[in-house]
């Protein structure tokens, strides 16, 4: 009877958790099948969902459709042409390194998200549910309702039929070996584009799809949570190895079942609060970790980066940074009221510097820079807590920080590219979804006490300015020595060719965590040096999405360490701190993502190139595909035709 009844307590978990799970399972069949075909990992994935949502909210809703018509315009049509728009999108950028591909996915993540909320505003829309409520049958007493069975239902249909598709059919078998060898496949007689097209369209449709359900599920449309859904996906990809789609689904309900019976596990227990949520990033980060390496090999052809510009100090450089530095000495008696913006500003110097060092002199790539700065903002909070003095408190604070990134750099010592940023990305979330909550960090609610120094008048707001200025001079000229040292040889090694480097002697492991470790404590410096400008900080302060902003600003900012930490600050801080208009970060964070797009199809090109290079590739696959087609008609045996 015991048994019984402690069945009867997790079947309401359970079916919370395959219900979820099938939608987690339906968004990760879409996104292993568009990168399985493409080389293209879809960071936007989620907000093509939560397009796909709005758009379903507005014609039911507003304009009173049906729901099944509003359900079709919003999964296929939306779908559709966002595949065919996908599609171009990953041709253009099957010709760059894996670094701008994630890039430029992230652009597109942030353009989407920031276009739908200028379109349909910042708060939660509540979704008008058009499934029935109503129990379809009971388990031991616990009802199952009808939306519940008709989601399972949808997500095993489309797993069972996508996996059908890639076994028994024509397209299906050809959208397994396109990536493989797409000239090969263009022997046979199938056009490599239509059959990436074809599985863009399909693969768009099923976020659409993952997106509406979702939302039905949650009876609430927010822009942020939907787009964010395919950070909860990650784990059920994981799962599949990013490449197999049953595995995928299978592994969406996994995560979606151990979610919700953590969810019923950790009751009462307060210190594991948070947890439940976070399950898709602890699978992700095993999985990344424990995988076989052969199963963490990236889709599609490498393709090596364009090598950064030479002479980190060259004239242009040497003159620019001397500019910037004249202009740094004056503003603070030109700017008037506007000098704390300034100020704010050289703090993000110093993390721009961290990421650049990290990204453009090493190759490596991080999506969870800001969780650093977080790190290193609680820490000084909590030191000067203890009495510390504020120097020492900062400078520890940023020393603490530098195992952080060392563990960060275990992953990078197996992984690289894709799966180094998304492990990255999975700390990131991580350390915001479950670690700000602990008392050790934020705690729920709480306000951490900061302040400025309190000596030689230094917690004025002109007197903090300069010595924020002293200490970003002091970060710039540290990127300069590392650059122009042996281990700044060894990161542009790094980046462009690890394996030479290794056959060298190199030990890129060591190298690999030494860059981490660098680039976690300026980011853990800048976090402190943030969190000193107020009086207090709280979770809201270090909000986990900046660190995919930063990526993107970084990048629209120029490929030379030193320039980019300068002129990204001035585009992420200073620029919107003198617009009042209270959307003008919305249209700054859209601009953003389009030239994050933009910059990384022309990593490897100029925009000329890139257009002539897509049109010859048209004209060379509709030639091929007419040349294939009179071979295989002259080989056919007289006679054969009746």
């Known amino acids: 009877m015991r048994n019984v009844c402690a069945v009867r307590d997790y079947l309401p978990y359970l079916i919370i958790g395959i219900t979820s799970g099938s939608i987690y399972g339906l968004s990760a069949m879409g ?7 493409s080389g293209v ?75 739908l909320r200028l379109i349909f505003g910042l708060e939660l829309i509540f979704f008008d549910t058009f499934l029935s409520r109503e129990p379809a049958f009971t388990v031991q007493g616990v009802r199952v309702s009808i939306d519940s069975v008709v989601i399972f239902i949808v997500g095993a249909v489309a797993a069972v039929c996508l996996s059908l598709l890639f076994r028994a059919t024509r397209i299906g078998r050809a959208m397994r070996a396109v990536v493989d060898d797409p000239q090969l496949l263009d022997l046979t007689g199938e056009n490599p584009t239509a059959v990436r097209r074809c599985a863009w369209m399909i693969g768009t449709c099923f976020a659409a799809l993952s997106g509406v359900l979702f939302a039905e599920v949650q009876q609430g449309v927010d822009a942020v949570l939907l787009s964010f859904l395919v950070i909860q996906t990650l784990g059920a990809a994981a799962i599949g190895a990013f490449t197999s789609l049953p595995r995928a689904y299978v592994g969406g309900i996994i995560v979606g079942v151990l979610q919700a019976l953590t969810s019923k596990m950790i009751t009462g227990h307060e210190a594991l609060n948070g947890l439940d949520s976070n399950v898709p990033f602890v699978i992700l980060l095993l999985a990344l970790i424990f995988l076989p390496r052969k ?115 275990l992953p990078a010592i197996r992984l690289s590219g894709l799966y180094l940023g ?16 602990k008392s050790f960090f934020f705690g729920v609610g709480a306000q951490l006490a900061t302040r400025r120094p309190n000596f030689l008048g230094l917690d004025s707001d002109r007197g903090f300015y300069y010595l924020l200025l002293a200490v970003a001079s002091l970060v710039l000229l540290l990127i300069v020595t590392v650059e122009r040292s042996r281990l700044g040889r060894l990161l542009r090694g790094l980046a462009d060719s690890p394996t030479a480097l290794s056959t060298l002697g190199t030990n890129i492991n060591q190298t690999r965590m030494i860059v981490f470790s660098i680039s976690a404590f300026l980011a853990g410096l800048a976090g402190a040096l943030y969190s000193s400008m107020f009086g207090s900080i709280n979770i809201d302060t270090f909000n986990y999405i900046v660190s995919i902003q930063v990526l993107a600003v ?38 953003f993502g389009i030239f994050a797009v933009v910059v990384a199809l022309l990593s490897q090109t100029s925009l000329r190139e890139c257009l002539a290079r897509l049109d010859r590739g048209q004209e060379r696959e509709s030639r091929k595909a007419s040349t294939t087609a009179d071979r295989l008609a002259q080989l056919t045996p007289i006679g054969s035709h009746r």
Not at 31 to 37: A, Q
Not at 300 to 327: C, E, H, N, W, Y
Not at 343 to 365: D, K, N, P, W, Y
Not at 422 to 435: D, E, I, K, R, S
């Open 31 to 37: 996104l292993v099948l568009t990168y399985k075909t």
């Open 554 to 591: 970084l990048v629209v900012s120029g490929r030379n360490t030193l320039t980019s930490s300068i002129i990204a600050p001035v585009l992420f801080v200073v620029i919107p701190g003198y617009i009042s208009n209270p959307t003008f970060a919305l249209y700054q964070q859209l601009a």
């Open 295 to 409: 199963h963490l090999v990236e889709v599609g052809a490498f393709v090596k980066a364009k090598a950064a510009p030479s002479g980190l100090m060259g004239p242009q450089t040497r003159i620019f940074v001397f500019g910037a530095l004249m202009v740094g000495l004056i503003v603070p008696f030109v700017v008037g009221s506007k000098l704390p913006i300034w100020t704010s500003a050289l703090t993000q110097v110093v993390l721009f510097a961290s990421l650049g060092l990290l990204v453009q002199s090493s190759g490596q790539i991080s999506l969870s820079q800001w969780g650093f700065a977080a790190v290193g903002g609680v820490a000084f909070a909590h030191l000067l807590g203890h009495g510390l003095p504020w120097v020492a408190a900062v400078l520890l604070a940023a020393f603490i920080t530098v195992p952080v990134g060392a563990l960060i750099s």
């Open 41 to 115: 990992f879809n960071l936007a994935h989620g907000a093509v969902g939560a397009a796909a949502a709005y758009t379903f909210v507005e014609l039911r809703q507003e304009r009173g459709m049906a729901w099944p018509v509003a359900a079709g315009i919003s999964v296929l049509v939306l779908g559709v042409l966002v595949g065919l728009i996908m599609e171009r999108l990953a041709a253009g950028l099957a010709g760059v390194s894996t670094a701008y591909r994630i890039v430029a996915t992230v652009g597109l993540l942030l353009g989407i998200l920031a276009l």
């Open 422 to 437: 998304l492990a990255t990305l999975g700390f990131g979330v991580l350390l915001a979804g479950f670690f700000y909550q």
